[in-house]
């Protein structure tokens, strides 16, 4: 049960992130994405990092640093990149396949071994959600791709790394959450500047979007989300990430006004089925290993337990 419930909450991490289209293009400045990228980022983390009241010590100032630049600061502008360059469409589909690197990443750093169940979960997933938001008139564009990839990978890598260097001893997940957030921010920020110049000016449903994408797209997501890595295999956290376009979709019926024809719900029942299935699979693997480690134990312990008696003989 408390597996089910981390999940339960994990996974409002890329529900959340599924407003994120719609907040964008009813509240917020056009054409602005870096800059929101910052709103989102910098603000969420200072605050984290004030209500955690702990600062990086040591190597945790670069390792800090390197997780923001992977989870943040890389990620959200080539997705906003990829946005630009390719249909919304395509874009969520190269960020369904996310999954995939992460099972890659983590048998190759954490050991963890590369399932036949896990991967089909990962692609069956991935096909969903093509079938959600790939239309007929997608254009293809090879700088928007490469993008579209390198940010998975970006985000992958951020996952899979966030699970193998854990978390300083006597640090929460509220602290570590604050501190990528802040140094992915002030990486972003630099960038803004260049492409898109001067800060535009806001009005009240701007602070309104703004608020919103700090506090609860980003600041609670993200927590939700470290939280759920350090708690969960880095494979069964990122197979919840299908759920962020499957939210979009499901927004933009409801409160857009956007039509679902049946080969979308299909793909969202699909996509959703998979991604069931991907924690079941990651469960069961867990569950193996976990066994398999209990009875290590118990060899040992009686293997001990032989060894007194034979010498107390």
């Known amino acids: ?19 994120t289209y719609a907040v964008a293009s009813e509240l917020l400045p056009p054409d602005r994405p870096l800059f929101t990228g910052v709103m989102r980022a910098l603000p ?13 010590k040591g190597q945790w100032w670069w390792k800090s640093a390197v997780l923001g630049g992977l989870n943040i600061g890389a990620f959200f502008p080539l997705l906003f990149l990829t946005a630009y360059r390719l249909p ?14 992460v099972v890659g990443l983590s048998a190759l750093l954490l050991g963890e071994r590369a399932r036949l169940r896990t991967v089909l979960a990962a692609v069956v997933a991935a096909l969903g959600v093509s079938m959600v938001v790939l239309t007929a008139e997608a254009e293809l564009d090879l700088i928007g791709i490469v993008a579209g990839v390198v940010s998975s990978v970006s985000m992958g890598a951020g996952t899979v790394m966030t699970k193998r260097w854990g978390r300083p001893e006597g640090v929460g997940p509220l602290a570590m ?23 535009p000016a806001l009005d009240g449903r701007a ?31 990122t197979l919840l990430g299908p759920l962020s376009p499957l939210t979009a ?20 029942a699909i996509a959703f089925g998979a991604t069931v299935a991907g924690q079941l699979a990651a469960g069961s693997s867990r569950s193996k290993k976990e066994t398999f480690s209990s009875a290590e134990e118990i060899d040992r312990n009686d293997s001990m337990d032989l060894t007194g008696d034979s010498v107390r003989r």
């Open 207 to 237: 602070f309104l979007g703004y608020g919103y994408m700090m506090l609860i797209n980003t600041g609670i997501a993200y927590w939700l989300w470290f939280r759920g890595i350090g708690q969960l295999s880095a494979t069964s956290v």
């Open 88 to 101: 919304g469409g395509v874009a969520a589909v190269l960020g369904s396949a996310g999954p995939l690197f």
């Open 1 to 19: 049960m408390k597996r089910i419930a981390t999940i339960a909450l994990t996974a409002l991490a890329p529900v959340s992130w599924g407003s």
């Open 249 to 268: 979709a499901v927004i933009g019926w409801a409160a857009l006004g956007q039509a679902l024809s049946p080969v979308q719900v299909l793909g969202m």
């Open 177 to 199: 959450t604050g501190w990528q957030l802040t140094a992915g921010g002030l990486m972003i920020i630099p960038v803004a500047a260049l492409v898109e110049g001067a800060p």
């Open 44 to 56: 969420a983390g200072l605050l984290l990092t004030a209500l955690a009241r702990t600062l990086p």
